[in-house]
């Protein structure tokens, strides 16, 4: 079946500008995750949505950032204002949620550079 | 605070050698620990978790609760293992913490 699917892949915008990355999780899982993966910085947890719980928003770096996930599926970061930090790979991913089922699955990423 | 530290940015060896890429991890709760591999141009997909205590494409894993540590070993490297190797740590609420990363690379 389809795993998960980001878009776009790539996004190159200006200092200042709003963006929007997409992603579509896996039909069926409930969680859903937002990761940023820098140069040299590893992977760092951003979002947590799990069903109709209010989201853990607990790495979102600065108030620029917010997340939504519409109908339990699709989610959409933006990014207000982008900053030449802001600069990374955003990965998402899914997983059927709690319990032995928490193996996530991630999307492709999207590569976004702030000039 | 919770911490996954791979401390090699990056290992390498020759095909055939050993490989054993280090993790450490802090966290005061009964940790679940995963490694992640990304090999080149591919999405990060899950390598093993502990609690399965399988082998998968000949890596092992054993957590080691007394030294906080979930080792990744493969008694005789092949050139695909070459690929970028992520030590993660589940919190009961299921967000992962990841390390920096570990690049292996096999030569022939």
């Known amino acids: 079946g389809a795993g998960v699917s980001q878009s776009p892949s790539n996004k190159v915008t200006e200092k200042g500008k709003d963006v929007e990355l997409r992603c579509d999780p896996i039909s069926g899982h409930t969680a859903l995750y937002w990761y940023r993966q820098s140069l040299g910085q590893g992977l760092e947890f951003l979002i947590y949505f799990q069903g109709n719980s209010a989201p853990d928003k607990s790495g979102l770096p600065s108030d620029r950032f917010s997340a939504e996930r519409t109908g339990g599926s699709v989610s959409t970061l933006t990014i207000q204002r982008t900053q030449q930090e802001d600069s990374a790979v955003y990965l998402c991913?899914?997983?059927?949620?709690?319990?032995?089922?928490?193996?996530?699955?991630f999307g492709p990423g999207t590569r976004l550079l702030v000039l | 605070a919770q911490r996954v530290t791979q401390p090699e940015k990056l290992l390498s060896v020759f095909k055939g050698a050993p490989v054993e890429l280090k993790c450490n991890y802090s966290y005061s709760g009964s940790p679940e620990l995963f490694w992640y591999v990304q090999y080149s141009r591919q999405r990060l997909q899950l390598l093993l978790r502990h609690i399965s205590r399988e082998s998968i494409k000949g890596f092992t894993a054993d957590l080691n609760k007394g030294e906080t540590s979930f080792h990744l070993k493969k008694p005789f490297a092949q050139e695909e293992d070459s690929a970028m190797y992520y030590c993660a740590l589940s919190l009961n609420t299921d967000k992962l913490i990841f390390g920096t990363g570990t690049r292996l690379q096999v030569f022939p």
């Open positions: 991913a899914s997983s059927l949620g709690r319990g032995r089922e928490r193996t996530q699955y």
